[in-house]
């Protein structure tokens, strides 16, 4: 999510969401900090969107929730009709949305609108441009310059070129490829080798992509008519999305070829293209549950073949992988982008990195999306086509960079990083919570109930010992070590009232030192420990 | 770990270890099920290590508590010098370890035991053949055939040609790399790569590898020779490694340009090269603390290089990549085998694995090592070269491969898979613990204790509730919610006390139903609800 000011009035550029690492133990969903747009909610003249993907517009229910509608919100065509479908889920009514088609300009108070269009895996993609009086603010979105899209409209360079002349005072360019050396394949390069791959398939084809790839999807389903071959669709984002696809007609299922995934045991396995969700490994995507032998409607035989039409996201290798090996020991073969050109990335390389910052001359470059390496790879192929470095920013969440008619310089730090959203509860990182889930989920809990009396501090019932994620091996000595532990409260309470401790806080902390010491002791283990002292 | 057994007498094949995979929460190992050979101690005539890395010899100290001396411990001579450096970590003593050079016999009950020497990416790599009158079991190990290793002996292709023609009865052969076509890079082609590597660098370099890489280790020695720079080894294991290496004499630093790692800011970033543990990302390795600012004697500095001359083992990507990225906030820049021929694998490829099978000729094989995909890939190799598929075996933990001399099935399913080391408590994986775990790391916990009387059911003290691993946002929510739980505490009792039902069990399964129920509508969270109930 990219905020831009002028004169006091906003322009959000995408609101995107990420997903949680693997030790952000039970987060759902990673959301930018809106706290500092919530207080300025009447400034905000408009929310543009690039293009329909999670990471640019995942955020906007929780956003509008939380911060209001704005007054428009612009996008392409499929962006607004898939945002659309995804707000009625989350039951927003009345959200002002509205194609804004490329090329042609709206006024959001100090700011001209203009979309760009560009390529990426995802039709409709958008660059933004934020004209004012200094120039344009150019953000690329997530984009490649592919000379041959699947629909025939690539990135339109010449209005980039334009805007280059024009004066561009800052770019906020894709910086995901910028380690990859050269210009990345083409989409329409990725049809052909599927033709290829599913030439040698035997049984059964079942392709996985992302199911917003709608021109993988449909050259997919052309390989599919090219061999003769049923196509079904499998898992739910992937029937939805390419109906909205076909619904737009950027999408077309030549006649008779699509059948329901119940249909799929009725014909030949060797007359049958599934194309299923579940790429990255997905718990519940449909090609996991395949790989488990727990889908409804599809049993993966020996002589089948699942092409990965898709690449791991860094951090879903693990994932990928152990979906694969399933796949591997029910006797079906996989086929990856590593064994064939079966997958083009939706982001540009180096050349075409280049080739953005040759056409468009911007003043100031701050490279977006992408981890640390990346931006700063990035900034130095900006450096390689000549920006002078100090005209160079590499950001960070919640700091502005200031821009005015003589320089830039990177100030305010707005605080404003992220959220979480778990279960129900939306809110700020909660470092406490997190720290003991992780101290749970390593070393599990033990609980001690103590009740003792209000008059002289004995007890006046056995103390009660709960243990939860401990491996002990038996019911034995689970007995024993509850025994024992009775036997460390008793010591400890008994010291206490001879003390004449009667705070219930020192007692407990009393108990939780001597019970975590007999358990390191014990168990060479630290779990929480908490004791709970009633009072009667 | 394999056991291969005649005539009752059994000689084992390597004792390695697992490390736990993400979601096997708080183990620290995992080891395989001995509990088959504590039975049969006295059947065993001895253990045979192929190499000294973990995942073949990383649980002998486990083997010996457990089930106890063997008569003997046969391997290479680094591999027993390493071995015996772990053992006495462990204080295990009078372990009858001993070497056993390549090429002589040794007898063990029916079997006739030789070592084969081979490559691998760690010195003094052997396969194992025990010999009987029915022909000779093979077990390759982890094996490559590297034309030109870096201590000039390459594996000994006429001895295993030899025993081919003898008549090997069975193939056990590393399937890692049966999905790379061709042969791998020799390990002596890194040398250069690393040279041409270090001359381009400006500041220091910190080179990471395996510590039990030595031919790299002292690649990485050599090539800052020929640069004129200094090396410190930092890490543990490096400098332990490198120690028992140099006084086999199988590694050699030339005099003056080792360095001590306090030394290090003593001379010119231009003139040190540091060699480091941590190419795997793991938590408390120097790398990572180096990236994370948090090294005793290495502090990165922004003109620094940091090479990876090892790739990432599957599972270990994101935690490298955090690294990597970490390193190139500091400033630091970083080279990894995709950037430069830095790395070159320990497995042999296809090719290799191909090569294995037809000079060897065995009558069975049983592809090992690799997961499902590359075992199959493995067998579909051997099929290329000519061996019958009713001959290839893909064997499964614990299930024993019956060879006479008519044939060879699967058999008897012995149930020996995993066992997991949790702390100081080593047991069969137990489920509920982790099950227990996972439900605390994903939604936090409950706990609420109610003390009743004896006499009528009626509560004698307030409820007291507790919560942890809950994000509740600040700390009146938290109050808030806390006295929302009472009420619902003090209701289901009332009822429970009105239907006149005593059995603590009962009252504690309703106040389950009613706390989660409630958590449930309030905060859409399944945590695990503990109540106790205290009779007093």
Chains 1, 2 share one sequence.
Not at 259 to 269: L, S, V
């Amino acid at each position: 999510m990219t905020v831009v000011e002028r004169d006091g009035r906003i322009v959000i550029v995408d609101v995107g969401l990420m997903f949680p690492t693997a030790d952000q133990l039970g987060i759902d969903l990673v959301l930018p900090d809106f706290s500092m747009l919530r207080e300025r909610a009447d400034d905000i003249e408009a929310i543009v969107l690039t293009h329909g993907h999670e990471d640019h517009a995942g955020a906007l229910p929780y956003f509008l929730r939380e911060v209001g509608n704005p007054p428009a919100i612009y996008g392409g065509l499929l962006t607004i009709s898939m945002v659309r479908s995804k707000l009625d889920e989350h039951k927003l009514k009345n959200v002002p949305l509205q194609e804004l088609p490329a090329g042609e300009r709206v006024q959001a108070g100090p700011f001209e609108i203009e979309l760009v269009h560009m390529a990426h895996s995802i039709p409709d993609m958008r660059a933004v441009a934020l004209r004012s009086d200094d120039g344009v603010v150019l953000i690329t979105g997530d984009y490649k310059f592919d000379q041959t899209p699947v629909d025939g409209k690539p990135a339109d360079v010449s209005r980039l070129a334009e805007l280059g002349r024009e004066g561009v005072l800052c770019l906020c360019g894709d910086s995901t490829n910028a380690d990859r050396p050269g210009v990345a394949p083409s989409e329409s390069s990725v049809g052909p080798a599927l033709i290829e791959a599913f030439s040698r398939c035997k049984g059964r084809i079942i392709v996985t992509s992302f199911a917003s790839n709608i021109h993988r999807v449909q050259q997919a389903i052309d390989a599919a008519a090219a061999l003769d071959r049923k196509v079904a669709l499998v898992g739910r984002s992937m029937r939805k999305n390419f109906n909205i696809a076909s619904s737009l007609e950027m999408a077309h299922a030549p006649s008779g070829i699509m059948i329901q995934p119940k249909e799929i045991e009725d014909f030949p396995d060797e007359k049958v293209v599934v194309i299923s969700t579940g790429s990255q490994g997905e718990p519940l995507s449909a090609l996991r549950r395949m790989a488990h032998n727990d889908h409804r409607d599809v049993q993966l035989h020996s002589k089948d073949t699942v092409i990965f039409s898709a690449t791991p996201i860094p951090g879903n290798e693990r994932a990928v992988n152990e979906t694969v090996d399933h796949i591997y020991r029910i006797g079906a073969s996989v086929i990856t982008a590593a064994d064939a050109p079966i997958h083009a990335s939706g982001h540009g390389w180096q050349e075409e990195l280049k080739l953005m910052l040759n056409l468009t001359k911007p003043r100031h470059v701050m490279p977006f999306h992408g981890d640390a390496k990346r931006q700063r790879l990035h900034a130095g192929l900006a450096e390689s086509v000549g920006i002078d470095p100090d005209d160079i920013f590499i950001g960070t969440n919640g700091v502005a960079l200031d821009i005015d008619g003589k320089g830039a310089k990177l100030t305010e730090d707005f605080h404003a990083s992220m959220i979480f959203v778990d279960g129900v509860s939306v809110g700020e990182p909660d470092e406490f919570a997190i720290r003991d889930r992780r101290k749970l989920s390593d070393d599990g809990l033990f609980i001690v109930v103590a009740t003792i009396s209000s008059d002289d501090g004995s007890q006046v019932a056995d103390p009660e010992v709960i243990f939860r994620g401990v491996a002990m091996g038996d019911d034995k000595a689970e007995d024993d070590l509850a025994d024992e532990i009775a036997d460390v409260v008793d010591k400890t309470l008994e010291e206490a009232a001879k003390d004449k401790v009667r705070e219930i806080d020192l007692i407990q902390e009393d108990l939780h030192d001597d019970i975590a010491e007999f358990v390191w002791k014990k168990l060479k283990r630290r779990p929480l420990v908490l004791p709970v002292v009633v009072e009667v």
